[in-house]
T-cell receptor, first 114, second 117 residues
Framework: GDSVTQMEGPVTLSEEAFLTINCTYT??????LFWYVQYPGEGLQLLLK?????DKGSNKGFEATYRKETTSFHLEKGSVQVSDSAVYFC?????????????FGKGTKLSVKP | DSGVTQTPKHLITATGQRVTLRCSPR?????VYWYQQSLDQGLQFLIQ???????AKGNILERFSAQQFPDLHSELNLSSLELGDSALYFC????????????????FGPGTRLLVL
């Protein structure tokens, strides 16, 4: 079945450091890919998404490119802030058995120190 | 604020009991999804409703059931509760069917934290 694998956390960075969180997927066909963010005590918020190969999703300085050849959707940000501290989830929405619902990775906790 | 509301925010109950979690989707959204977030299983899809009808099922236990009412709010019923059911339960909504429509955004509520003692 469809699945998402993302790098284990926690990740601790200093303010203004470069961030990469790796995400790879297994799916039938061409899924849509998402990054969601969960701030402490809150629900999930969509950060960005891409629906076809080579699409780049971007929001709030974060970017991720849908790479079909490597089945990846890595999240990057050039300069993180303390306010970016949260848990980040990579997810896919597939066409097969998981169509419509989201399949999530296990989440990566990011802590940014001043 | 996503526009999705969930009540109650916290729920503490005992093993063997039954609880009902409520979700109101964003105005105009016809699809409602339920997810469970636990430390060992992560975030898992439970069930989806579209305009009152069950559309898809995930890893939902037989002890759990859900429904979507004519006003589009949804309820998740958890019965014969066990310690392992302690988790954060999220509701999400979208304006599409989730089928044949790729990439539609799901908007998540703040969750209901269930603790079974």
């Amino acid at each position: 079945g469809d699945s998402v694998t993302q790098m284990e956390g926690p990740v601790t960075l200093s303010e203004e450091a470069f961030l990469t969180i790796n995400c790879t997927y297994t799916a039938t066909g061409y899924p849509s890919l998402f990054w969601y963010v969960q701030y402490p005590g809150e629900g999930l918020q969509l950060l960005l998404k891409a629906t076809k190969a080579d699409d780049k999703g971007s929001n709030k300085g974060f970017e991720a490119t849908y790479r079909k050849e490597t089945t990846s959707f890595h999240l990057e940000k050039g300069s993180v802030q303390v306010s970016d501290s949260a848990v980040y989830f990579c997810a896919l929405m597939g066409r097969g058995g998981s169509q419509g619902n989201l399949i999530f990775g296990k989440g990566t906790k990011l802590s940014v120190k001043p | 604020d996503s526009g999705v509301t969930q009540t109650p925010k916290h729920l503490i109950t005992a093993t063997g009991q039954r609880v009902t979690l409520r979700c109101s989707p964003r105005s105009g959204d016809l699809s409602v999804y339920w997810y469970q977030q636990s430390l060992d299983q992560g975030l898992q899809f439970l069930i989806q409703y579209y305009n009152g009808e069950e559309r898809a099922k995930g890893n939902i236990l037989e002890r759990f059931s859900a429904q979507q009412f004519p006003d589009l709010h949804s309820e998740l019923n958890l019965s014969s509760l066990e310690l392992g059911d302690s988790a954060l339960y999220f509701c999400a909504s979208s304006d599409g069917q989730g089928r044949e429509i790729r990439g539609e955004t799901q908007y998540f509520g703040p969750g209901t934290r269930l603790l079974v003692l």
